[in-house]
């Protein structure tokens, strides 16, 4: 095709470098939008699992993740909405309108109940996560005696168990929003 075009290969070389450019460029981005707002030596790790919507799961997704700065939709666009990522490991099913309306909420109930809610410049947490890399810093280890026995989950092979686990993940998002279950709209009628 790039032949009779007239571009004797030209073409085609610079469509496959465009695409190795595009690439490493998305890589890059992905890695630090995605990458740093998980590590850091304010944030903590975990040494056991524990049971998903426990009051220990949702404290873990605060104090493992970071938020970048928020504000403006031009903001949160190259952020590709994951500067709200302590509201997105909270809620993973929700819009990213809806992290936008949670996220002073949540911010709010952190503070009152002396929940550490992190909140930094994305270049910060670059140098936090290049840190880590290095071996110059380390994320804190989490207390053992903070965790709730009851909360603490073990993954097994035991396919009831793993059923009932799967059921309690995937359930609809019941409380969320305040309704009990989606309600199925009829179509308007002219």
């Not at 997105?88 to 709010?108: F, I």
């Not at 793993?162 to 709209?185: F, H, M, Q, T």
Request: charged share 20%; net charge neutral.
């Amino acid at each position: 095709g790039d032949v009779i075009l007239g571009g004797n290969g030209v073409y085609a070389k610079n469509a496959f470098w465009s695409l190795v450019f595009a690439e490493i460029l998305t890589n890059i981005h992905s890695f630090i939008i995605i990458a740093t707002n998980h590590a850091g030596d304010d944030l903590y790790r975990f040494n056991c699992h524990c049971a998903p919507r426990s009051c220990t799961f949702f404290l873990r997704q605060v104090i493992s993740s970071v938020n970048y700065p928020l504000g403006t939709d031009l903001c949160d666009f190259m952020h590709g909405w994951l500067n709200y990522q302590v509201e997105h490991h909270l809620w993973p099913q929700l819009s990213a309108l809806s992290y936008q309306r949670s996220q002073p909420e949540v911010k709010a109930l952190c503070e009152k109940h002396g929940i550490p809610y992190t909140q930094e410049s994305v270049w910060i947490r670059f140098k936090k996560t290049v840190d880590i890399m290095t071996g110059k810093a380390t994320q804190r280890p989490y207390p053992p005696a903070y965790e709730v026995e009851k909360h603490k989950m073990v993954w097994n092979s035991n396919k009831k168990d793993s059923v009932e686990a799967r059921k309690i993940v995937e359930d609809p998002n019941s409380n969320i929003l305040g309704d009990a279950k989606y309600k199925e709209v009829a179509p308007a009628t002219a």
